[in-house]
């Protein structure tokens, strides 16, 4: 493939999948400011690796799983600043840019409490319907994995909601 095909591919790409790979990072941070920066990055070690990215089966649960990894990373690099410092993290109040309500808060703290693999488990299963053979897919685990994280996930969810869990992750609000 010629560069500017490549390229071109690689722009039409980005145009589809840049707004879901940032809310995905959103989501399994729960730092918006870091959203877009996890997403940019993402996609620029895919372009690096395009190639070969594209011939994947689903170039875009490669991406998912780029996604993932950068945001595990991230969240360990600030589990290990806070260690080293000494400091608990102050949650000054959640900041949101649209209007979100008591309930997607809640949900989008209780999600932060969740581990990772639960997290991420139950965000692309619910968030962002994905099938489970397509989530195992993006986390390079098994489609079992996925079921029994997902479970354990809402299950913990459910326990610390009281049942609101569910229907705020794929969007239904009272």
């Not at 729960?30 to 990055?41: C, T, Y």
């Not at 990772?116 to 319907?129: G, I, S, W």
Request: aromatic fraction near 6%.
């Amino acid at each position: 493939m010629a560069v500017d095909d490549a390229s071109a591919e690689f722009h039409d790409f980005f145009e589809r999948h840049y707004a879901e790979l940032a809310r995905l990072a959103h989501l399994l941070t729960g730092e918006a400011d870091a959203a877009d920066d996890l997403a940019a990055d993402a996609l620029v070690a895919l372009w690096h690796r395009w190639d070969r990215v594209r011939r994947a089966g689903s170039p875009v649960a490669y991406a998912r799983g780029v996604v993932a990894n950068m945001a595990r990373g991230r969240i360990r690099s600030a589990v290990r600043e806070r260690r080293r410092v000494t400091l608990f993290w102050d949650r000054r109040g959640d900041h949101t840019d649209g209007p979100d309500v008591a309930a997607v808060l809640d949900v989008r703290e209780a999600l932060g409490r969740l581990p990772f693999r639960k997290r991420t488990c139950v965000v692309l299963r619910h968030a962002f319907d994905l099938s489970e053979k397509d989530t195992a897919l993006a986390l390079g685990i098994s489609v079992g994995t996925v079921k029994s994280q997902t479970s354990k996930g809402l299950a913990e969810l459910e326990r610390m909601l009281g049942g609101r869990a569910a229907d705020v992750l794929v969007g239904r609000r009272n």
